[in-house]
């Protein structure tokens, strides 16, 4: 239930009294304890309603006992070299979601807590009454390598395989058996897929793939979309806003690629009973030796100090407190969290006031931070753009036909005079006679 879902993805450390009474040096790596604390907001909950459901509908057809999913599961091992030709296909019943937010928001950290609630790996032995000896794999994390290619991303898949099981067995047998010419590894990624019976594969910080390093956008929609149909299991995209320039230009890849749906974390707004409960909640874990009460007022600071981004508002909280501790201060109060934003956080002074002003020229300046981008109208703009480029031509080149007997006396009139400003004026209405300048002035 919703209420279990909530009890289980929530952590609050203990602040034991006692170590209020510490020196201040050994305070100080206690007040870190703040980075530990979730509380999660109404959004968590509805991705993990989602999520549940696509990773059960993921396995729904994937029966170990039945022969067609070991039919299947042989002819991926062998890759078809025994002749034994591939099963009847059957349908996939793999989803996808897109989970989206600003950097530092929370998205990465909400899907892993979702994700522990679930056991990582199942060693079977035996299913009612009889064997069965195989290991299940519900659910595995890949982080996009740091402007990574989609090679690079498959390695990252064999790699978080290794860190799971220790060794490097995976990443090295994927390096020996990678055909010439592969650019992602999804073949060996397919393969593993199926002997550990993956449940749900999640695909971190997706805006880090590098456009030019894997052939454009239309290779990398193209791996996404193969990922999901061909590997066959359900997959969860995070990214920030930058992630949308790879969803953005092709309206069929897009919606394949988001098939479930795509979820933004936003900021809690100004004044929203989400801020409030986010900030009392922080606000009780205070190793200091006179803890404050809080205040309304510093609700409100605290949102202008951090514009409601999560890690921001914990990172201001944790120095604050130290400030606290090495000042002999003791308690916190607003000319203390406004002295340690200054101070400590300055280099987020510039992106934090774009943030503030709402105003879009300078949000783009951050491209990670840029909340104005809507899903659903990037992937009806492919199709849009189209049909709104025809209209605009035709309607400029029916109006440049309807002028052209008075553009024609206009040229002679300039010849016969040689005014200058007419020949300007000649030289502007030859610039714009292709519809195409016209369209982008």
């Not at 030709?85 to 937010?101: D, E, M, Q, W, Y």
């Not at 105003?359 to 009806?380: K, T």
Request: proline share 6%; charged share 25%; glycine share 6%.
């Amino acid at each position: 239930s919703d209420i279990e879902v909530i009890e289980r993805l929530r952590y609050y450390p203990q602040v034991l009294e006692q170590e209020r009474l510490l020196p201040a040096k050994e305070r100080m790596p206690c007040a870190l304890a703040l980075y530990d604390v979730f509380q999660p907001p109404p959004f968590h909950l509805d991705v993990e309603r989602v999520l549940s459901a696509i990773l059960r509908e993921g396995y729904h057809g994937r029966n170990p006992f039945d022969p067609a999913t070991l039919a299947h599961s042989h002819y991926l091992a062998t890759q078809g070299r025994d002749g034994v030709p591939p099963p009847h296909p059957r349908k996939l019943t793999a989803r996808s979601i897109f989970v989206t937010g600003l950097s530092r928001i929370g998205k990465t950290r909400g899907i892993e807590r979702i994700l522990s609630l679930y056991p990582q790996v199942i060693q079977h032995t035996r299913y009612g009454n009889q064997p069965l000896p195989l290991t299940q794999v519900t659910w595995l994390k890949v982080s996009t390598p740091k402007n990574g290619s989609l090679r690079e991303l498959g390695l990252a898949f064999f790699t978080a395989l290794d860190d799971l099981f220790g060794g490097d067995q995976f990443a090295s047998q994927a390096m020996r058996k990678a055909p010439q010419g592969d650019t992602s590894l999804l073949p060996l990624v397919c393969k593993r897929v199926r002997e550990l019976n993956l449940g749900v594969l999640v695909v971190d910080e997706l805006q880090r793939l590098s456009l030019v390093r894997s052939q454009g956008k239309t290779a990398i929609q193209k791996f996404l979309h193969s990922l999901i149909d061909e590997v066959g299991i359900p997959v969860v995209f995070i990214g920030t806003y930058q992630a949308y320039e790879i969803f953005s230009g092709s309206l069929q890849e897009t919606a394949r690629i988001a098939g479930s749906g795509s979820y933004e974390l936003k900021r809690p707004d100004r004044g929203s009973e989400e801020w409030a409960f986010l900030v009392e909640t922080l606000w009780k874990f205070q190793w200091l030796q006179r803890p404050t009460p809080l205040e309304p007022a510093i609700i409100d600071l605290l949102y202008d100090l951090t514009q409601g981004v999560t890690e921001i508002l914990v990172t201001l909280l944790v120095l604050s407190q130290w400030r606290a501790m090495l000042s002999g201060k003791e308690c916190l109060d607003e000319d203390l969290l406004r002295e340690t934003s200054e101070k400590e956080l300055g280099l987020l002074k510039a992106p934090l006031e774009a943030l503030a002003s709402g105003d879009p020229e300078q949000i783009e300046n951050y491209e990670d931070l840029d909340p104005n981008i809507d899903l659903q109208r990037d992937l009806a703009k492919g199709a849009y753009d189209g049909l709104l480029k025809l209209t605009v031509d035709r309607a400029v080149r029916e109006a440049l036909d309807e002028r052209s007997g008075a553009g024609a006396s206009a040229s002679k009139t300039r010849r016969k005079t040689g005014d200058e400003d007419a020949k300007a004026a000649a030289s502007t209405t030859a610039a714009s006679e292709d519809p195409a300048d016209l369209r982008r002035a």
